[in-house]
């Protein structure tokens, strides 16, 4: 239950974030390829694909047992740009006119299906397993990254609460080190060195 209550958080946060947007920027450049709304949707995706796997059936077996093992095993291995960047152009769209509202409902209805879970519930990720409780820090991961995306670009600044930001921070401090960056993270964090320009764990 308190991963459920992290990942509302970070929706909560991220449905006053876009409420801010003014009507005039959400065909404003955003994040590579995205306008605003393209990033939005992309963003949204953290909670519909919770609806999406929560309405499978359940995997019978734990193939991914962290967050971590999630980028590294299914993330990192079959990203493909290309597809994420559509999906995200596609998402934003079937927002509609009142994207706000439309993100309202999605997450009132990600919550209650949420609530209906077993604690044990294991997510079917193509067929691979991981807890509920993992797939949701990837989800609030992608919330809280996207979101200071989002607020960079349309000038607004996004209220996360600090635990939120440790866990997102966490999270991409263990996807470097599966890719055998980790060192190179550390050193930067600890003021040792300093990332090279481009520099992503994801």
Not at 100 to 113: F, G, K, Q, S, T
Not at 122 to 137: A, F, N, Q, R, T
Not at 196 to 201: I, K, L, N, R, T
Request: aromatic share 6%; net charge negative.
């Amino acid at each position: 239950m308190a991963r459920i209550d992290t990942y509302a958080r970070a929706c909560r946060a991220f449905t006053d974030l876009v409420s801010g947007i003014p009507d005039d920027q959400w065909t404003k450049p955003a994040l590579g390829v995205w306008d605003v709304r393209s990033l939005v949707g992309h963003t949204a995706r953290a909670i519909i694909t919770v609806i999406d796997y929560l309405d499978l059936d359940p995997a019978t077996q734990v193939d991914m047992p962290t967050a971590g093992d999630y980028y590294g095993q299914i993330y990192l291995a079959y990203t493909n740009p290309e597809a994420i960047a559509k999906r995200g152009i596609d998402a934003g769209v079937a927002l509609g006119e009142e994207p706000v509202a439309a993100i309202e409902r999605l997450v009132a209805r990600a919550m209650a299906l949420l609530e209906q879970q077993p604690g044990d519930r294991l997510v079917s990720l193509g067929g691979m397993g991981i807890p509920l409780d993992e797939y949701l820090k990837t989800r609030v991961f992608e919330l809280v990254v996207h979101g200071f995306d989002i607020a960079r670009a349309t000038g607004q600044s996004v209220d996360f609460p600090p635990e939120l930001i440790e866990d997102a921070a966490s999270l991409a401090a263990g996807i470097a080190a599966r890719k055998g960056e980790g060192e190179r993270v550390l050193m930067a964090l600890t003021g040792r060195e300093q990332l090279p320009a481009g520099f992503s764990v994801v």
